[in-house]
C-alpha cells in the first residue's frame, strides 16, 4: 500500500522559513517525478514544484526564487524547503507522487505574524 507522509509545517512570521518533508512508502520514488501542490482557504490547489526523476525542478511563478524542492531517492522523501514565507503562502500543502496519482494527507502552513 502505498502511502505518502507530509510533515513540516505550522505557524511562522512573514520572513521566516519552513521545511516540509514527504516521506514515501510502499513504492520507489526513484522512478517518478513528485510535486508540491497547494490549496488556500476558497481557492483551487495549484501546483507548486516539481521534481521529475532526473532532477529537473520547476516552480510556480509565485514561488521562484523562495522555494526549493529536492529528493533523497535513499530515503525514499521529497522536500520543500520555504524561505521569505509570505502570509499569501498560506495554505495546506500535499505532496504528489505522479506515477498513480498518489496523494498525502496535506500539512498545514500559516504564517502570520
Known amino acids: 500500500q502505498v502511502q505518502l507522509v507530509e510533515s513540516g509545517g505550522g505557524l511562522v512570521r512573514p520572513g521566516g522559513s519552513l521545511r516540509l518533508s514527504c516521506a514515501a512508502s510502499g513504492i520507489i520514488i526513484t522512478r517518478t517525478a513528485m510535486d508540491w501542490y497547494r490549496q488556500a482557504p476558497g481557492k483551487q490547489r495549484e501546483l507548486v514544484a516539481a521534481i521529475t526523476s532526473f532532477g529537473s525542478k520547476n516552480y510556480a511563478d509565485s514561488v521562484q526564487g523562495r522555494f526549493t524542492i529536492s529528493r533523497d531517492n535513499a530515503k525514499n522523501t521529497v522536500y520543500l524547503q520555504m524561505n521569505s514565507l509570505r502570509p499569501e503562502d498560506t495554505a495546506v500543502y500535499y505532496c504528489?507522487?505522479?506515477?498513480?496519482?498518489?496523494w498525502g494527507q496535506g500539512t498545514q502552513v500559516t504564517v502570520s505574524s
Open positions: 504528489r507522487l505522479e506515477r498513480g496519482d498518489y
